[in-house]
């Protein structure tokens, strides 16, 4: 009897090493599946810092650009009303000289 309960001490044991190793496999599995994800995820990092790094540049890049294109569209504008006010001032000045010489005709038609 004291035989039997050592055999089954033995055999209890036995199933816990088993299970113990199974256990040990799955980790040292999930070990190799992270080893094996870890350059990956250090390539992907650093490929994300570098995008972080760059991005201000790109914005700042990307808004230079914006305020050139609002310049530029300003200063066409400003050349485009100065022109306008010159053809202005050139159609009032060729109205102020019709409005004399109708004065001129009419006062020697008179």
Known sequence: SAVAGLASDRDSTA???AATKAKLDQVQQTALNCEGRLPGLADR?????????RRPADE??????????????????ANALAAAIARLDSM????????????AVESKTI
């Open 60 to 77: 700042n890049e990307h808004l230079e650009r914006a305020v050139k294109a609002l310049q530029s569209n300003a200063d066409q504008t």
């Open 45 to 53: 990092l650093r490929d994300m810092e570098t995008k972080l790094d």
């Open 15 to 17: 199933k816990a090493l």
């Open 92 to 103: 009032q000045s060729g109205a102020i000289n019709y409005e004399q010489r109708c004065s």
